[in-house]
């Protein structure tokens, strides 16, 4: 039996996000709404790029759903158009053909069909603006396209974004520009900085630096899965990324760029010091709840934790050099932190931080060389970080900082 750390509040039942599916009907008639839905949904291509949407009298299951086109667009990236859990990831050879469909926090569901290539799987979590898939000509589909759809609990319903009924046949740039959460030593003190991603055709790491504008960095592009870590030992972090529908790490540091080719493409990447030896390696998180953890010779450890909808989460949490692995149930706000003590034994404890929906950070808030748990609320862009107890504070505290861009 795996001992459980008797100072650390009881473990909390997960709360399980609804998977039915919504049947697709052929004959379902156009629905209409007079309100937004509740869902803020922005379009299902990367930031800044212009697509056209139309449809058409007969259209199938819905007149509402948007077939998506523009020039060369076989194989273009096909990202959420809202965070979500991933219901349905199919590869048909009829109907939708290759398609996806999230579920998201509202109830309310999108469809995205006559994909090429399926990047998700089923349980998986996703964030907005992250890839699903690839422009396709699968299953009952002439030509390449996108075939979107927004679905209320009783069918298709005419499309919104960014709060705006859509106009079919009108041409849109994409605002699916998110900013994306991370937490490193970037600046070279004792403490971490505040970190955002921001998706767009060139990407950037913005570096918060008090009392003065953020140190950015430009790297990645608005499909790639950032990282953060100490790549080359010198005592700072530097970005990382992973390109979606890919399996190649790009690690940046000054003397140039690394390529690591590691894990599969439906896995999340993470990164740690795994050994204490002050440098940062990769891994990955697999949609069946297993972290891959790539030591420097190329071999991997393995370890199974959480469900397989959590998000995950790497630290130090018992301030021994070495980086422990961690998830974040956003349905509970919970953080399960997993540590091994000196004689191997693996403990576990569960923090309830947070409110549902946050997405998970981690960092060295108070330089004491120990991580703690923190998370961003997208809506207010604001970054809360939780301090433990300490001689001179009997209890944990939180610190709430406003970084970023709200979506």
Excluded at 159 to 168: A, L
Aim: proline letters at 8%; a negative charge.
């Amino acid at each position: 039996m795996t001992p459980v750390t008797p100072t650390v509040p009881a473990m909390l039942t997960a709360l399980a996000l609804a998977a039915a599916v919504l049947p697709v009907n052929p004959a379902a008639a156009q629905l209409t709404r007079s309100v937004a839905p509740e869902t803020r949904y922005e379009m299902p291509f990367p930031c800044g790029q212009a697509w056209t949407g139309t449809t058409r009298d007969g259209h199938s299951p819905s007149r509402s759903s948007i077939d998506w086109n523009r020039p060369d667009d076989p194989d273009d990236a096909v990202v959420a158009a809202a965070p979500g859990l991933v219901v349905r990831a199919e590869k048909g050879s009829t109907g939708y053909g290759h398609w996806v469909m999230l579920e998201h926090v509202s109830g309310e569901r999108t469809v995205y069909a006559h994909l090429e290539d399926v990047t998700v799987r089923v349980g998986q979590s996703v964030d907005q603006g992250t890839l699903l898939g690839t422009v396709g000509n699968t299953g009952n589909s002439y030509g390449e396209h996108l075939h979107f759809e927004e679905r209320s609990s009783t069918g298709v319903v005419p499309p919104y974004f960014s709060g705006v009924p859509f106009v079919f046949g009108s041409t849109l740039a994409s605002k699916n520009c998110p900013d994306v959460p991370l937490a490193g030593n970037f600046l070279g003190g004792p403490e971490a900085e505040l970190v955002v991603y921001r998706r767009a055709a060139k990407s950037t790491f913005l570096v918060q630096r008090p009392g003065t504008t953020p140190k950015v960095l430009r790297f990645g592009t608005a499909t790639d899965e950032p990282i953060a870590g100490d790549w080359d030992g010198d005592g700072r972090a530097n970005p990382g990324l992973r390109a979606a529908g890919r399996t190649v790490f790009r690690l940046s540091t000054p003397a140039g760029v690394t390529r690591i080719p590691f894990g599969a493409v439906q896995d999340r990447p993470v990164a740690g010091d795994w050994d204490g030896d002050g440098r940062w390696e990769v891994g990955v998180r697999q949609p069946r709840g297993v972290f891959l953890l790539r030591a420097a010779g190329g071999t991997t450890t393995s370890v199974a934790l959480g469900d397989r909808d959590d998000l995950p989460v790497t630290g130090d949490w018992d301030g021994d050099r070495r980086t422990d692995v961690g998830v974040y149930d956003q349905a509970t706000a919970t953080f399960t932190l997993r540590v091994i003590d000196a004689e191997g034994l693996a403990w576990i404890a569960h923090v309830p931080f947070g409110q549902p929906g946050d997405l998970p950070v981690a960092g060295d808030w108070d330089g004491n060389l120990t991580t703690e748990v923190g998370v961003w609320n997208p809506a207010s862009a604001t970054f809360s970080e939780r301090r433990a107890a300490s001689a001179t504070a009997t209890r944990s505290r939180t610190t709430s900082i406003i970084f970023g861009n709200p979506r």
